[in-house]
């Protein structure tokens, strides 16, 4: 992959015509620079920031067939979902994963009644769903998936179960169903790798993180460098807008007037609790509050869990994170349905918080307003010599139907002909990658014989990276294996590759986006001091920028997602000068 210098060398070079420009380099921007780039049409995204680094950074990490959206009668949008998890469970699996998912109810009946009146559009407040709701709903979402699926169907979990595996559940529950969807282990990585095919199979194609939209002039976009303030102007034919809760401001800096997005605020806390994690294993509890909304909770890993979500009204996604209010309400829907839980603030780990590109609809209950997506064109008018389409609503699930869709509108308006589908195209990593856990042994031996590695690290990589982590694990054995920060789970020749291949531009890059080290609680001052010196050497960062990124970093991961850093002590800060 060029890595950042040499992608804005070929947008200077590429100043003539193009025909596309793809504004916001989230899920859906990438999955349409994506499905052009196998149709042979060159596009070009930016984004003001990192790649997937707003509300791509803040799902749940669920890839998900939208069960709740059956009350609501969004057929088409659940079947859509269903059809997409299943694809994405195949297309990418080193980073989806099959995910048993378990569905409390505290009452038999309940909800009957008024789960009809919602499906009939005749009210739109959500309300209390007993088990015989939920039994309704998954056979509903079983069928939907049938022809695609692998995965196993609903069950009803006996009282004897649900007690002898979650016994802190609480008692007032009658019982449960199970179902599977999937989780997402790296949102930001299944990106990342999307951007990376798509610049192998169109080198035409340019992805630069940190350049802004500054305006338009005519037929011209000005570009700004957000790190060297340099301005670049490109002549698209047409203009993509893709950038979620910004979309109305790139709107108004093309000339474009009036509202469109209504985003609401989702937070989610990542907490040290062992204890529920044991309990939750590999599965996930998706559940019911007292003011009827859904929340979430499961394992990350035997130590960590992850609670959400929240759904608040939002204006603002530039300054969007996870309030104290939110906290005391994520606690207490815990507690509600893990009575005992008792979660404390001293056991967050990370917390974090996006805004949905929703459609905007005024006042009401946000848990109504609909998670489908549609594109408004604008025709070319007054001084914009272009038409813009821009994108209001879409979700990591359904990103590739969505930027399908898309691309058949430019398709059509380039006068191109599509030529093939991404719906069986593997993703990155999982291309030549056995699914198959015992099947995938030995290339794992394979890495340790050619690298003289271990079989947790070359595991771990693989992981990770799933067949790409041959390249990786030849940048560990060069560096001799040496980890990087206390928890010693990333190792100094993992994140030079990293640096070197994945378009790296800040600090935050690595920490919170190439890496899970904030949901692993390894985020540390040491650790970011290591990461920081390999960025440096590579980069090319005298001692006053490497300071800068490490002083920006541990800013921004104590304002926006409460990680509070001790200073490295100064003996050791000497040291590694």
């Given at each position: 992959?060029?890595?950042?210098?040499?992608?804005?060398?070929?947008?200077?070079?590429?100043?003539?015509?193009?025909?596309?420009?793809i504004?916001?380099?989230?899920?859906?921007?990438?999955?349409?620079?994506r499905?052009?780039?196998?149709?042979?049409?060159?596009?070009?995204?930016?984004?003001?920031?990192?790649?997937?680094?707003?509300?791509?950074?803040?799902?749940?990490?669920?890839?998900?067939?939208g069960?709740?959206?059956?009350?609501?009668?969004?057929?088409?949008?659940?079947?859509?979902?269903?059809?997409?998890?299943?694809h994405?469970?195949?297309?990418?699996?080193?980073?989806?994963?099959?995910?048993p998912?378990?569905?409390?109810?505290?009452?038999?009946?309940?909800?009957?009644?008024?789960?009809?009146l919602?499906?009939?559009?005749?009210?739109?407040?959500?309300?209390?769903?007993?088990?015989?709701?939920?039994?309704?709903?998954?056979?509903?979402?079983?069928?939907?998936?049938?022809?695609?699926?692998?995965?196993?169907?609903?069950?009803?979990?006996?009282?004897?179960e649900?007690?002898?595996r979650?016994?802190?559940?609480?008692?007032r529950?009658?019982?449960?169903?199970?179902?599977?969807?999937?989780?997402?282990?790296h949102?930001?990585?299944?990106?990342?790798?999307?951007?990376?095919?798509?610049?192998?199979?169109?080198?035409?194609?340019?992805?630069?993180?940190?350049?802004?939209?500054?305006?338009?002039?005519?037929?011209?976009?000005?570009l700004?460098?957000?790190?060297?303030?340099?301005?670049i102007?490109?002549?698209?034919?047409?203009?993509?807008?893709?950038?979620?809760?910004?979309?109305?401001?790139?709107?108004?800096?093309?000339?474009?007037?009036?509202?469109?997005i209504?985003?609401?605020?989702?937070?989610?806390?990542?907490?040290?609790?062992?204890?529920?994690?044991?309990?939750?294993?590999?599965?996930?509890?998706?559940?019911?509050?007292?003011?009827?909304?859904?929340?979430?909770?499961?394992?990350l890993?035997?130590?960590?869990?992850?609670?959400?979500?929240?759904?608040?009204?939002?204006?603002?996604?530039?300054?969007?994170?996870?309030?104290?209010?939110e906290?005391?309400?994520?606690?207490?829907?815990?507690?509600?349905i893990?009575?005992?839980?008792?979660?404390?603030?001293?056991?967050?780990?990370?917390?974090?918080?996006?805004?949905?590109?929703?459609?905007y609809?005024?006042?009401?209950?946000t848990?109504?307003?609909?998670?489908d997506?549609f594109?408004?064109?604008?025709?070319?008018?007054?001084?914009?010599?272009?038409?813009?389409?821009?994108?209001?609503?879409?979700?990591?699930?359904?990103?590739?139907?969505?930027a399908?869709?898309?691309?058949?509108?430019?398709?059509?308006?380039?006068?191109v002909?599509?030529?093939?589908?991404?719906?069986?195209?593997?993703?990155?990593?999982s291309?030549?990658?056995?699914?198959?856990?015992?099947?995938?042994?030995?290339?794992?031996?394979?890495?340790?014989?050619?690298?003289?590695?271990?079989?947790?690290?070359?595991?771990?990589?693989?992981?990770?990276?799933?067949?790409?982590?041959?390249?990786?694990?030849?940048?560990?054995?060069?560096?001799?294996?040496?980890?990087?920060?206390?928890?010693?789970?990333?190792?100094?020749?993992?994140?030079?590759?990293?640096?070197?291949?994945?378009?790296?531009?800040?600090?935050?890059?690595i920490?919170?986006?190439?890496?899970?080290?904030?949901?692993?609680?390894?985020?540390?001052?040491?650790?970011?001091?290591?990461?920081?010196?390999i960025?440096?050497?590579?980069?090319?960062?005298?001692?006053?920028?490497r300071?800068?990124?490490?002083?920006a970093?541990?800013?921004?991961?104590?304002?926006?997602?409460?990680?509070?850093?001790?200073?490295?002590?100064?003996?050791?800060?000497?040291?590694?000068?």
């Amino acid at each position: 992959m060029r890595n950042r210098t040499e992608a804005i060398a070929a947008l200077r070079a590429a100043t003539a015509a193009q025909p596309v420009l793809i504004v916001g380099g989230g899920i859906n921007g990438i999955g349409l620079f994506r499905d052009l780039s196998l149709q042979g049409v060159p596009s070009v995204l930016v984004d003001k920031s990192d790649f997937a680094s707003g509300t791509s950074a803040a799902p749940s990490r669920l890839i998900h067939g939208g069960l709740r959206y059956l009350e609501t009668g969004e057929f088409a949008l659940v079947r859509e979902s269903v059809i997409e998890r299943n694809h994405l469970v195949r297309n990418a699996h080193h980073l989806v994963k099959p995910l048993p998912v378990w569905v409390p109810a505290f009452s038999w009946f309940g909800g009957l009644f008024s789960a009809g009146l919602r499906f009939l559009k005749l009210k739109k407040t959500p309300g209390a769903k007993g088990i015989a709701v939920v039994k309704l709903g998954l056979v509903f979402f079983d069928r939907f998936g049938r022809a695609t699926s692998a995965m196993p169907g609903h069950r009803i979990v006996s009282r004897g179960e649900l007690r002898t595996r979650m016994p802190s559940l609480s008692q007032r529950i009658k019982a449960v169903a199970e179902y599977y969807d999937a989780r997402l282990t790296h949102p930001e990585r299944l990106a990342l790798e999307l951007i990376k095919d798509a610049e192998r199979d169109c080198p035409a194609s340019i992805a630069v993180p940190y350049m802004a939209l500054a305006g338009s002039d005519g037929d011209q976009i000005i570009l700004r460098d957000e790190i060297s303030a340099e301005e670049i102007a490109l002549r698209p034919r047409l203009v993509i807008n893709c950038a979620g809760p910004w979309a109305d401001e790139a709107n108004r800096k093309l000339g474009i007037e009036g509202r469109l997005i209504g985003g609401t605020r989702g937070s989610h806390i990542v907490l040290h609790r062992p204890d529920i994690a044991r309990q939750l294993g590999d599965g996930m509890l998706y559940f019911e509050t007292r003011d009827f909304r859904a929340c979430l909770v499961y394992a990350l890993d035997a130590e960590h869990i992850l609670l959400g979500t929240t759904d608040i009204r939002a204006s603002d996604p530039d300054t969007v994170r996870c309030s104290d209010e939110e906290i005391d309400y994520l606690f207490d829907v815990l507690e509600q349905i893990m009575p005992g839980a008792a979660a404390r603030r001293e056991e967050i780990v990370f917390t974090y918080a996006g805004v949905r590109p929703l459609p905007y609809s005024g006042e009401g209950t946000t848990g109504a307003i609909s998670r489908d997506h549609f594109l408004r064109d604008f025709e070319p008018e007054g001084n914009r010599r272009f038409p813009v389409s821009t994108l209001v609503g879409g979700k990591w699930t359904t990103y590739r139907a969505c930027a399908e869709q898309i691309a058949d509108t430019v398709l059509t308006r380039l006068g191109v002909s599509r030529r093939c589908s991404t719906l069986d195209v593997p993703i990155g990593g999982s291309a030549g990658l056995d699914n198959d856990a015992q099947k995938r042994l030995p290339f794992i031996h394979g890495l340790m014989a050619r690298h003289g590695l271990n079989e947790a690290v070359c595991t771990a990589l693989v992981e990770r990276y799933g067949s790409q982590a041959d390249d990786v694990a030849r940048h560990v054995s060069a560096d001799g294996g040496e980890t990087v920060g206390e928890a010693s789970l990333y190792r100094a020749g993992e994140i030079r590759w990293i640096v070197a291949e994945e378009r790296v531009t800040r600090l935050s890059d690595i920490v919170l986006r190439r890496t899970l080290m904030p949901f692993e609680n390894a985020v540390t001052r040491a650790s970011l001091d290591a990461i920081a010196r390999i960025a440096a050497d590579a980069l090319g960062w005298d001692r006053q920028r490497r300071e800068a990124e490490i002083a920006a970093t541990v800013t921004m991961l104590d304002e926006r997602y409460r990680v509070e850093l001790l200073p490295v002590p100064a003996a050791l800060r000497s040291n590694a000068s």
